[in-house]
């Protein structure tokens, strides 16, 4: 495998896979208990919590700028970057530093206001339909390139990388390296007569992985066995160029042959999406595996989690 520049030190795992999770979902918990239940808030427990997870996320703090949150990072970096405003600093302050307690007490008074705010409530409540609302006009779309194509093939191949190199991937080397690997992919699936594409990133949270699910719709008159084949070992060809020899290239087929190896959860997602259609992809009509497949905590900026491509004489 090559030597590739855009690997990272093994903490960049810990940190998009552990850290940012456990900030998330402590600002969740922090979220009810400022809004719904002030009686049993418990400032020192708190402040203990932050001041343990904040200081291990300064790596994506000191590079906010390459990234996107969901609402709860979101709205963090937001009253993160007020706090140093306010305090005249330009970086959290090390935990031997008396300005330390300063700054997480007045970041979590900010949280607190934020959270109680009725912009924040209202964002919260409107977006589950956003995503909903996509959803659908993407179901629309394809409905629309599809309308008089009875007999189609669908093929599920999935992007994610060898083992000894996942701990030093971060999602954006995955996101340089989709990026490359989708502009050679253009042509080979205009050759292959595609009808419509969906691709979705998602991170596989026992392994601390991410992969990249896409799912093809073809003519199935012009995508036979062969075709079929060839295409599919010409997509495992470019992810591997495009990954500079660092990728793992995954098809049910390929699953089929694994008898003597660990099925793990993304092998256990593709097995059970083959069966699957389209929509089912769009809309998200599968398991994430009891909670071992997830969302993005954090991704680069101006980088979509999920994203269809409609051939080009269909475009809407």
């Given at each position: 495998m090559n030597n590739n520049l855009h690997r990272v030190p093994k903490m960049?795992?810990?940190?998009?896979?552990?850290?940012?999770?456990?900030?998330?979902?402590?600002?969740?918990?922090?979220y009810k208990v400022v809004r719904f239940d002030q009686g049993s808030l418990d400032p020192e427990l708190w402040y203990e919590r932050f001041a343990e997870l904040i200081p291990q996320f300064k790596g994506?703090?000191?590079?906010?700028?390459?990234?996107?949150?969901?609402?709860?990072?979101?709205?963090?970096?937001?009253?993160?970057?007020?706090t140093l405003?306010?305090?005249?600093?330009?970086?959290?302050?090390v935990k031997t530093d008396l300005e330390f307690q300063q700054c997480i007490q007045l970041l979590m008074h900010k949280l607190q206001q934020q959270f109680c705010s009725?912009?924040?409530?209202?964002?919260?409540?409107?977006r589950g339909d956003i995503a909903a609302k996509k959803r659908e006009?993407?179901?629309?779309k394809y409905h629309q390139v599809t309308q008089y194509m009875h007999d189609q093939t669908l093929i599920q191949f999935f992007c994610r990388y060898h083992p000894d190199v996942v701990p030093q991937i971060s999602i954006l080397a995955m996101a340089?390296?989709?990026?490359?690997?989708?502009?050679?992919?253009?042509?080979?699936?205009?050759?292959?007569?595609?009808?419509?594409?969906?691709?979705?990133?998602?991170?596989?949270?026992?392994?601390q992985q991410y992969v990249a699910v896409y799912s093809l719709a073809f003519n199935a008159k012009l995508m036979n066995g062969l075709a079929k084949?060839?295409?599919?070992?010409?997509?495992?060809?470019?992810?591997?160029?495009?990954?500079?020899?660092?990728?793992q290239w995954m098809t049910v087929e390929l699953i089929h042959t694994w008898e003597d190896?660990?099925?793990?959860?993304?092998?256990?997602?593709?097995?059970?999406?083959?069966?699957?259609?389209?929509?089912?992809?769009?809309?998200?009509?599968?398991?994430?595996?009891g909670g071992k497949i997830d969302e993005l905590v954090v991704r680069p900026k101006g980088f979509k989690l999920a994203k269809a491509t409609i051939m080009k004489e269909f475009k809407l």
């Open positions: 960049i795992q810990y940190l998009e896979h552990v850290v940012a999770v456990e900030l998330e979902q402590t600002l969740q918990r922090y994506v703090l000191y590079s906010q700028y390459e990234f996107e949150f969901d609402i709860w990072l979101s709205s963090f970096m937001l009253c993160y970057n007020h405003l306010e305090l005249k600093l330009r970086y959290l302050p009725v912009n924040f409530i209202e964002q919260l409540k409107k006009g993407e179901l629309e340089q390296h989709l990026r490359a690997f989708e502009r050679q992919l253009k042509t080979l699936t205009m050759q292959y007569g595609f009808i419509y594409q969906y691709r979705s990133v998602l991170r596989d949270c026992e392994q084949a060839q295409f599919i070992n010409l997509m495992n060809q470019l992810w591997q160029h495009s990954s500079q020899g660092d990728g190896r660990l099925i793990d959860p993304v092998c256990l997602l593709l097995q059970q999406v083959q069966n699957l259609e389209m929509e089912d992809m769009i809309q998200r009509n599968f398991s994430l595996m």
